[in-house]
């Protein structure tokens, strides 16, 4: 860089200062330091390292330097809006404009801007939703759940909130990627995230209907100033572009920052700078004071179980036929026993239709046909509404776990040892507020201490996830899991280490809230020091699980494997019982006893304590 272009550099950084100072008392590096000047910024700063935004498009700043300089984003923000006579840079980013306004620059003149006016008319925002889909466990995107935003209207009624705006943060991923590919990019932030503004009932019908989600609605304890500074910060959203991260800088983590704009000394992102829940989240609101008392909106898998339940077996057969085309006509059912059959049939076949994209042109006029049978009958609805479940999401366990471990082995000293794991939940763990039969965890660490008395490595989970989702007369679902990473097994000498990637697919039958069995067959391939070389695995897995009260789980399991390629053994058996007791929300005792054969048979009683948080 030349003399004269450095020159030129301090001579403009120097009028823009005397500028900014001839408005203001306050100077500018202190107002680019402001908490909330960094929350518009999209501003981190990372122990002992300089600022960055998290915006990665360079739309979103003035300045050449605005994504790592917030002064010199500043200072360029300044010299537009004094520039700016047609007002397009204030009408492209009113929120910075308001907020220097109201503090600082207190003569600048009122923001004027007929665009965001008629938006915002055409949105007539009076309150603000934040809505929880649970967990999808067929996606890995949304295998924690997901969260948005709704706008409720000053006119809305609940008959009226599906035609409301709904406020979503997603990746925009390449459509010829595979599942594996999204998965990959996903975790390595390699798609654009994007705000966008849609109908709710998109979303409702993609959660609710599409993927059989169950639905959370907490209405947000805002103001009407609150609600109007978190739509100008969305405007100016227009121009913000984000790498999507799935584990951290994901949907609602975004949502979080967006919030927080509601008022200066909201900080609702600060706890979340390694990973980003949406259970999580959504209790850091609740502690906040921002949530009031959550709606539940069952899923129409959800509303097809609960009518289920309240019919014969013969009910639900005659409903199975009228699913099917059968003709009511030709079941001659009185108008008592023909509503109940009639909106089963009508649940059933709408299910089917979302959940197996059926043909349009082939279900629809056979779903308005079944509508108009039940017109025919002026009888209220016999079916009682599926029941809210007792837990919400945001009274569930957190989901980072840390313990303390007593291991006592047959065949080598016990020893204690410490775990912790990043996320999320496992089958054992307290039910409330998550998907009954569904387990993912990320990162599940344990270290015992060795007869030496140092560390070392006895477990390592990477992956470890479970859908056991039960197949019975309404539903046809398969079940899966997947585990990878390493741990110890027993051998004639010692506990070596193995790293393994082992995976199943079956069925499961039962309630996942009471009592539920599954048998899966299975795979597994793993190598390290106490094999050969790798050694790969065919065979099957079964367990029970129950939920003996809110607060026990019991839960027996098997696995075994023929191993093709080990000369010396040719089988590998795993059989566990377990025990877990919620002590507290956040607490939990869990007692297990395990017996292996492979290379050498061993006896284990492990007795775990678990704070999770």
Request: a negative charge.
């Amino acid at each position: 860089m030349g003399f004269y272009s450095i020159m030129r550099g301090i001579l403009l950084s120097s009028c823009l200062l005397f500028s900014c100072l001839a408005y203001s008392t306050t100077p500018t590096l202190e107002i680019a330091h402001h908490p909330y000047w960094l929350k518009l910024g999209h501003y981190n700063q990372p122990f002992l390292s300089m600022y960055e935004s998290e915006v990665d498009s360079s739309e979103f700043f003035f300045s050449e330097v605005g994504k790592t300089d917030p002064h010199a984003e500043l200072l360029a923000t300044i010299a537009a809006f004094k520039s700016d006579d047609d007002n397009q840079a204030k009408c492209r980013f009113p929120a910075r404009y308001n907020w220097l306004k109201e503090h600082f620059f207190t003569n600048w003149p009122a923001l004027s801007c007929p665009e965001i006016e008629t938006w915002q008319q055409l949105i007539n925002p009076k309150g603000m939703t934040l809505v929880f889909p649970t967990a999808f466990m067929n996606d890995p995107s949304s295998m924690f759940g997901h969260t948005l935003l709704r706008i409720d209207a000053k006119d809305q009624t609940r008959s009226r909130e599906l035609i409301a705006f709904a406020v979503n943060f997603a990746a925009e991923p390449d459509v010829t990627d595979n599942a594996a590919l999204y998965a990959l990019k996903g975790i390595i932030g390699q798609y654009p995230g994007k705000f966008t503004l849609m109908p709710y009932y998109r979303k409702v019908r993609e959660y609710n209907d599409l993927e059989s989600r169950d639905i959370w609605e907490y209405k947000l304890s805002l103001s009407d100033q609150e609600i109007q500074r978190v739509l100008l910060h969305l405007w100016e959203m227009q121009w913000a572009t984000f790498d999507y991260f799935f584990v951290d800088e994901n949907c609602s983590y975004q949502l979080l920052a967006l919030l927080q704009l509601a008022r200066d000394d909201l900080s609702l992102t600060a706890p979340f700078s390694s990973h980003a829940i949406p259970s999580d989240t959504v209790a850091a609101l609740k502690q906040h004071g921002l949530l009031q008392t959550p709606r539940y909106r069952a899923a129409s898998g959800t509303k097809l179980i609960n009518y289920e339940s309240q019919l014969t077996e013969q009910q639900v057969y005659l409903a199975r036929l009228l699913r099917d085309g059968v003709a009511l006509d030709e079941l001659s059912l009185a108008p008592e026993q023909a509503v109940p059959v009639l909106e089963m049939a009508y649940e059933w076949l709408n299910y089917q239709y979302y959940d197996q994209g059926l043909a349009r042109d082939a279900i629809a006029p056979r779903l308005t046909k079944l509508l108009h049978q039940r017109s025919q009958f002026h009888v209220v609805s016999p079916f009682k509404p599926a029941p809210k479940p007792r837990v919400s999401p945001d009274n569930g366990h957190g989901s980072s776990r840390v313990g303390v471990i007593f291991n006592d082995y047959e065949h080598t000293a016990s020893r204690f040892g410490l775990t912790y794991r990043v996320a999320y939940h496992d089958l054992l763990d307290n039910p409330g507020g998550f998907i009954p039969g569904a387990q993912i965890s990320f990162f599940d660490l344990e270290v015992n201490q060795g007869s030496n008395e140092n560390l070392h490595l006895e477990r390592l989970l990477l992956i470890d996830a479970m859908s056991l989702a039960p197949d019975n007369g309404l539903f046809n679902s398969w079940s899966w899991n997947v585990r990878a990473g390493f741990d110890r097994q027993p051998t004639q000498t010692k506990r070596e280490g193995r790293l393994f990637l082992q995976g199943g697919y079956g069925k499961s039958f039962g309630d996942a809230s009471h009592l539920q069995s599954y048998l899966l067959g299975s795979s597994v391939v793993q190598s390290g020091d106490l094999i050969d070389s790798v050694s790969f695995g065919l065979g099957s897995e079964a367990g029970v699980i129950w939920q003996v009260t809110d607060s026990q789980k019991l839960a027996l399991s098997g696995q075994a494997f023929w191993l093709m390629n080990e000369p010396s053994v040719d089988y590998q058996l795993t059989f566990s019982a377990h025990w877990q007791i919620a002590l507290a929300q956040n607490w939990g005792l869990r007692s297990s006893a395990i017996y292996q054969d492979w290379q050498r048979s061993e006896q284990q009683f492990k007795l775990q304590l678990f704070h999770y948080f």
